[in-house]
């Protein structure tokens, strides 16, 4: 039964734990403030899974005045699937959502136990850290739309935009990174190792171990500086192939130098070589980057336009209507904008009226009204009943996307620019000295040559700069 509360009756929601001042629910025994709750009390007993509120005292999400009615109809496109789904077979599908209402133990119960809720899932698993749900489901029962509508309709709407379908390649980019630091630092940690006889100046190690001991270091190095140290040997090639120095150059030229010499000097048996400081090196770099890339992740301010728009919107062909990505509509299409929806481009109005707000462009809280046939600039929210509009500028094309590619948005970091400067006479200046040096020697003592060209280039490495940069910026 549902009725009005009297204010000395108040009470608790059983699920959300919000007040019913407006309007109680009761059901089973229990009191719920709309009846989006109780719908969701309903789902969980009715799957036998209430243990959800044995983890937290009303743990839930509260669900009033929230409509999912033909919001995630684009989610049975076949091509904005594609771009979300991170595996796909006939069989088995797998999909990662952000979940900003992840707050606690109980979500992470109750998302974990998604595959009780419906046929089809086959498993769910909870980053709570990410704030993430990772469902492996069977596309064949069960579908993308009926998946995202479970989420919002037990209080756990994902957040999906146009960002997420460019996610991917993103996460493929920061494993690789990982990788790179795993193994630069594994070599290492096990180069110093192996090289404890040579710091401590141990002589009674035999010398076909010792000579052992330098080859399995040249081993080690191998994937330190192919694997972990291929970043810089492409960027630098890159640079040189467009004519330009930036700062990587010179530092692929200090990790070959020192690998070069090393190789030399065990291969002679001169020496020890340098590995473990080329593998420290290299490892000490791809942490400076690791956290440059942290950094610039927790500061990004949501910098492409990508992430606040949505990822479809519903087009109006000859009154039938049809749910296409925003990179799609062109001039003069005719779209739907419902209650809350992102107005995706600058279009003209061609409903009676509309409530605009603007809060996220201009910071105004205030909605603003609009009549038939006023322009309106994206980026602002419908609020009220859904409206139409007529497309007068592409998406990347309008006010608010150029609002984002502003140069003071994305302009390049000075320093960055500074010491990509730097290094184009830098290199030129230390090959000069190298060469000089090796000149010199060639007069005085050729048995020096080598050392005085290598030990120009290795102390001369600007990896001070790059490691420099990542925690500066």
């Known amino acids: 039964m549902s009725n009005k509360v009297a204010s000395q009756e108040i009470v608790k929601c059983y699920h959300c734990g919000e007040l019913c001042e407006d309007e109680l629910v009761e059901f089973d025994g229990k009191a719920f403030c709309c009846n989006g709750c109780k719908m969701v009390y309903e789902i969980l007993d009715e799957n036998d899974l209430c243990n959800y509120y044995d983890l937290q005292n009303a743990p839930g999400i509260n669900l009033k005045n929230r409509n999912y009615e033909q919001k995630f109809a684009y989610l049975d496109n076949a091509d904005i699937q594609n771009q979300l789904l991170n595996f796909s077979s006939d069989h088995l599908n797998k999909i990662a959502f952000f979940v900003p209402a992840i707050h606690c133990s109980s979500c992470i119960w109750l998302l974990e136990h998604l ?27 069960i579908s993308l739309k009926t998946i995202v509508e479970l989420l919002a309709t037990v209080g756990y709407e994902p957040e999906i ?3 997420n379908a460019s996610r991917t390649k993103a996460k493929k980019e920061s494993r690789k990174l990982y990788l790179q630091v795993g193994v630069a630092g594994f070599g290492f940690g096990n180069i110093m190792l192996l090289s404890f006889p040579e710091y401590f100046g141990f002589e009674g190690l035999d010398h076909s171990v010792r000579v052992f001991m330098n080859y399995i270091n040249i081993l080690i190095s191998l994937p330190v500086v192919f694997y972990s140290g291929s970043s810089y040997f492409i960027s630098a090639f890159k640079g040189l192939r467009q004519k330009y120095i930036n700062i990587d150059v010179p530092i692929t030229i200090g990790i070959v130098t020192l690998f070069v010499r090393s190789l030399f000097e065990i291969l002679t048996e001169a020496g020890p070589g340098y590995l473990d400081s080329l593998s420290g090196l290299i490892f000490f770099l791809l942490i400076g980057k690791w956290f440059q890339s942290r950094t610039y992740e927790s500061l990004s301010f949501d910098r492409d336009y990508k992430s606040y728009f949505p990822l479809a919107v519903s087009r109006v062909t000859n009154d039938v209507h049809e749910m296409v990505q925003i990179t799609e509509l062109k001039e003069n299409d005719l779209i739907e904008v419902r209650n809350q929806e992102i107005i995706p481009a600058d279009s003209e109005l061609v409903s009676n009226g509309a409530s605009i707000d603007y809060s996220f462009v201009t910071g105004e809280a205030d909605t603003i009204e609009k009549k038939e046939g006023d322009y309106i600039y994206a980026g602002g929210r419908q609020v009220g009943s859904t409206i139409r509009l007529r497309i007068k500028k592409a998406v990347s094309q309008s006010y608010l996307t150029q609002l984002w590619n502003n140069d003071a948005f994305n302009e390049e970091s000075t320093y960055d620019s500074l010491i990509d400067k730097i290094s184009k006479y830098f290199t030129l200046a230390v090959l000069f000295i190298a060469l000089t040096s090796a000149a010199y020697w060639y007069f005085e003592g050729p048995s020096h040559i080598l050392n005085a060209f290598t030990a120009v280039l290795i102390v001369a490495c600007p990896c001070a700069l790059s490691l420099a940069t990542p925690f500066t910026l």
């Not at 595959?115 to 086959?122: A, F, K, N």
């Not at 909870?126 to 492996?136: A, G, P, R």
């Open 115 to 141: 595959d009780r809720l419906r046929e089809g899932i086959i498993q769910s698993r909870v980053n709570f850290v990410l704030k993430e749900v990772s469902i492996d489901y069977d596309p064949e029962v």
């Open 161 to 163: 935009n146009l960002q």
